[in-house]
């Protein structure tokens, strides 16, 4: 036991050592280089998706880095602006690629039009940690295209596990009775209520920082200072976020059905530096637990677990199960999903009053997909036809699209 850890450490770290080396001599950026890596562990049969540690490693990731961009964030009333100003951008780049994705399944290929609608259910999500990882590689996290990227992905992701369950409900019940006015009811109120969760989740969180958060014209409702003076003083503010942040995503998983990346974004928004007791005595102190440090510390740790997310997501892309006829259908898949979302996102973009450039920029950042596709994907399984392509179909269209997302951003140029 103890040497098959230390060897999984062992081939981690040279992993990240081989790859971050490699990529300082040749122009692909890291996240594509780990999603390769990723393909050739799955492809090669050495390690599977099915792996845990590997799935716990993703999950550890993902949600350290939609943490830490949450903590980049100015407030919660400036996300929530950026997500209301956006949310034409999340609407319209959602409709996009399940357009896309529905006519080159049904109309295109032929396959059923139950396949239609989960392919467009699989394509409504934005891969946001893969794009982050680009837009960082790339120094354009400040462009206005990020950060409404960040606000539109991030609605698209509520709106694609929304969707998905929404289709697999669809599709159960009208394969198992006709579809009869009972199970229409029934359906409505269970998407009705899901969508209602989730929005509750947002307006709480959203009071919580109401009520802690500091303004101009006013001080907080709760003086958040002096509850963690005591973490401070004991030396234990990093152990205290951390747990605030487990559990928040917890409740947020079993209570209001929101995806822990969702909730760690959230979290991370929550997290302001001038939320925190810190002591002109501390700036003496290198090691004093204030938010500075506490971000400084964030930076190695999400750097250093990031890639597993894109390795994991890589394990997905197996070729070895690849037909011809997967792979055309893939091709078609992905010509219609990037055509219609980049469109649709450039467009829309535009139309909030982003700049051409930046339209692009948005344009791009919106093509990726990730392990939230195959989720949608296994949910509404068992409404496919039985020896469906459609999944291998998938994962030819998502390596693509995010192929294509990181040859399309070396083309981008911002003004800084």
Same mark, same amino acid.
């Given at each position: ?14 992993? =990240? ?15 594509? =280089? ?22 716990? =490693? ?11 961009? @949450? ?28 357009? @896309? ?7 295109? &290929? ?10 467009g259910a699989v394509f409504t999500a934005t891969a946001l940690p893969f794009t982050l990882g680009l837009l960082r590689s790339k120094g354009l996290m400040n462009a206005p295209a990020a950060r409404s990227a960040i606000a539109a992905a991030t609605t698209d992701d509520v709106l694609a596990s929304l969707i998905g369950t929404f289709t697999a409900i669809l599709l159960a019940a009208t394969m198992g009775s006709g579809g009869g006015e009972a199970d229409v009811m029934a359906i409505s109120i269970t998407v009705a209520s899901k969508v209602g969760m989730v929005l ?44 605030? &942040? ?114 692009? =920029? &948005? ?54």
């Amino acid at each position: 036991m103890e040497l098959a850890f230390f060897l999984t450490v062992m081939i981690g770290t040279s992993i =990240l050592v081989t790859v971050r080396l490699v990529s300082r001599y040749i122009p692909i950026p890291e996240p594509l =280089l780990f999603l390769m890596v990723g393909i050739v562990f799955g492809t090669s049969g050495m390690i599977s998706a099915d792996n845990e540690l590997m799935q716990m =490693l993703s999950m550890v990731a993902i949600t350290l880095v939609m943490f830490h961009t @949450g903590l980049g964030e100015e407030s919660m009333g400036e996300f929530f602006s950026h997500v209301i100003k956006n949310f034409r951008v999340a609407i319209v780049a959602a409709i996009g690629p399940w357009v @896309g994705a529905f006519v080159a399944t049904n109309l295109f &290929l032929g396959l059923s039009f139950q396949e239609g609608i989960v392919a467009g259910a699989v394509f409504t999500a934005t891969a946001l940690p893969f794009t982050l990882g680009l837009l960082r590689s790339k120094g354009l996290m400040n462009a206005p295209a990020a950060r409404s990227a960040i606000a539109a992905a991030t609605t698209d992701d509520v709106l694609a596990s929304l969707i998905g369950t929404f289709t697999a409900i669809l599709l159960a019940a009208t394969m198992g009775s006709g579809g009869g006015e009972a199970d229409v009811m029934a359906i409505s109120i269970t998407v009705a209520s899901k969508v209602g969760m989730v929005l509750l989740f947002f307006v709480s969180i959203y009071v919580i920082s109401f009520l802690i958060d500091p303004q101009p014209q006013r001080g907080a409702w709760i003086d958040f200072h002096h509850f963690t003076q005591l973490f401070y003083g004991n030396r234990i503010t990093f152990s205290f976020m951390i747990m605030i &942040l487990a559990t928040i995503i917890f409740y947020g998983e079993i209570i209001f059905h929101v995806h822990y990346a969702i909730s760690a974004l959230m979290v991370g928004i929550l997290f302001k530096k001038d939320l925190f007791y810190n002591p002109e005595t501390g700036k003496d102190d290198p090691q004093a637990p204030t938010f500075e440090n506490f971000e400084e510390t964030m930076v190695p740790l999400v750097h250093n677990i990031e890639p597993f997310f894109y390795i994991f997501l890589g394990l997905h892309l197996d070729l070895s199960i690849i037909s011809a006829d997967a792979l055309i259908a893939g091709g078609l898949i992905f010509l219609c999903v990037s055509t219609l979302q980049f469109a649709s996102a450039y467009g829309s973009g535009r139309w909030v009053g982003l700049d051409h450039p930046n339209g692009v =920029l &948005l344009g791009f950042s919106m093509m990726p997909r990730d392990v939230l596709a195959f989720v949608v994907l296994s949910i509404n399984a068992a409404a496919l036809p039985e020896g469906s392509i459609l999944f291998v179909a998938c994962i030819v269209a998502i390596a693509l699209l995010n192929l294509a997302t990181t040859i399309g951003l070396q083309f981008v140029r911002i003004n800084k």
